[in-house]
């Protein structure tokens, strides 16, 4: 049974992954911070393992109590939201937090094996967008997504708030840092590779070429400079979603959302 215990040194050591702001130091301890109890019911039906949680007052006996029932013998700090706020630097919109254990990647081998759409993100550090990207991935019909060395983590609390959860919804994995190997890797596993980058040479995203590819990774880059040269190169084609009225690009997020609906297996 989880063991409740009232917040009352803002300063605690066993308070520690609420309160530190880089989540790099996070990520080398071996953990991540899900926020809001929509995500902590997902990360834990995925099998993340909590390791405490953090809980405004009013919630323990409301929206949290289903979870705290479900996480064993761990403590659940709780206390009022100004608390909360002051403990972690921003304002809990929800009233729940959880620490809770990364799991080790699913092998890349695995993953090219049993896939048939793939999205690779290379070098895109924007949180809000990567978490973005992991939702429309899952839910259009996309089996897995490979990140550069280059990219953020998609474990970082924003890019899980954002996703939903759909982070533990969909395997994911780090492919490299070096292009155009990480794209040899993907033609070699039997994958057409599309790029999704503004050239005199694209085809649009409703191509045969490329809807009806059997195996089929799609490839994004960051926003401003978007795909490296070599990147682009090195792909079978380079995509485009058709635009009107003079805009000549859509958001990275949003334009992985068009792509991703046009190209899913639904």
Same mark, same amino acid.
């Given at each position: 049974?989880?063991?409740?215990?009232?917040? $009352?040194?803002?300063? +605690?050591?066993?308070?520690?992954?609420?309160?530190?702001?880089?989540?790099?130091?996070?990520?080398?301890?071996?953990?991540? !911070?899900?926020?809001?109890?929509?995500?902590?019911?997902? =990360?834990?039906? %995925?099998?993340?393992?909590?390791?405490?949680?953090?809980?405004?007052?009013?919630?323990?006996?409301?929206?949290?109590?289903?979870?705290?029932? #479900?996480?064993? /013998?761990?403590?659940? &700090?709780?206390?009022?939201?100004?608390? @909360?706020?002051?403990?972690?630097?921003?304002?809990?919109?929800?009233?729940?937090?959880?620490?809770?254990?990364? %799991?080790?990647?699913? /092998?890349?081998?695995?993953?090219?094996?049993?896939?048939? #759409?793939?999205?690779?993100?290379?070098?895109?550090?924007?949180?809000?967008?990567?978490?973005?990207? &992991?939702?429309?991935?899952?839910?259009?019909?996309? /089996?897995? !997504?490979?990140?550069?060395?280059?990219?953020?983590?998609?474990? &970082?609390?924003? $890019?899980?708030?954002? $996703?939903?959860?759909?982070?533990? @919804?969909?395997?994911?994995?780090?492919?490299?840092? %070096?292009?155009?190997?990480?794209?040899?890797?993907?033609?070699?596993?039997?994958?057409?590779?599309? =790029?999704?980058?503004?050239?005199?040479?694209?085809?649009?995203?409703?191509?045969?070429?490329?809807?009806?590819?059997?195996?089929? +990774?799609?490839?994004?880059?960051?926003?401003?400079?978007?795909?490296?040269?070599?990147?682009?190169?090195?792909?079978?084609?380079?995509?485009?979603?058709?635009?009107?009225?003079?805009?000549?690009?859509?958001?990275?997020?949003?334009? $992985?959302?068009?792509?991703?609906?046009? @190209?899913? #297996?639904?």
């Amino acid at each position: 049974m989880a063991v409740l215990r009232e917040i $009352s040194d803002l300063r +605690a050591a066993e308070l520690s992954p609420y309160t530190d702001t880089s989540e790099l130091n996070l990520l080398r301890e071996g953990l991540f !911070v899900a926020e809001s109890p929509k995500v902590i019911r997902t =990360a834990l039906d %995925a099998g993340a393992e909590a390791v405490s949680l953090l809980v405004e007052d009013k919630y323990v006996t409301g929206q949290a109590a289903d979870i705290i029932a #479900r996480v064993g /013998d761990i403590p659940v &700090f709780h206390g009022n939201s100004a608390a @909360l706020s002051e403990l972690t630097g921003y304002k809990l919109t929800q009233g729940v937090l959880a620490a809770m254990k990364r %799991a080790p990647l699913p /092998d890349i081998g695995n993953i090219l094996r049993d896939s048939h #759409r793939i999205v690779l993100l290379e070098n895109i550090m924007n949180q809000t967008n990567t978490g973005a990207i &992991f939702r429309s991935a899952a839910a259009l019909g996309f /089996d897995a !997504v490979l990140l550069t060395d280059g990219c953020s983590d998609p474990l &970082f609390r924003r $890019s899980v708030r954002v $996703s939903m959860g759909s982070v533990f @919804l969909i395997p994911w994995a780090r492919i490299g840092s %070096a292009s155009p190997d990480y794209i040899r890797t993907l033609r070699e596993a039997g994958f057409v590779t599309a =790029a999704m980058a503004l050239r005199s040479d694209n085809i649009t995203i409703s191509d045969p070429r490329v809807t009806e590819a059997e195996r089929l +990774a799609v490839v994004l880059g960051t926003e401003g400079d978007g795909l490296l040269s070599s990147t682009i190169e090195e792909c079978d084609y380079t995509i485009k979603i058709p635009m009107s009225h003079g805009v000549d690009s859509l958001n990275v997020a949003a334009a $992985s959302a068009v792509a991703f609906w046009q @190209l899913g #297996r639904h």
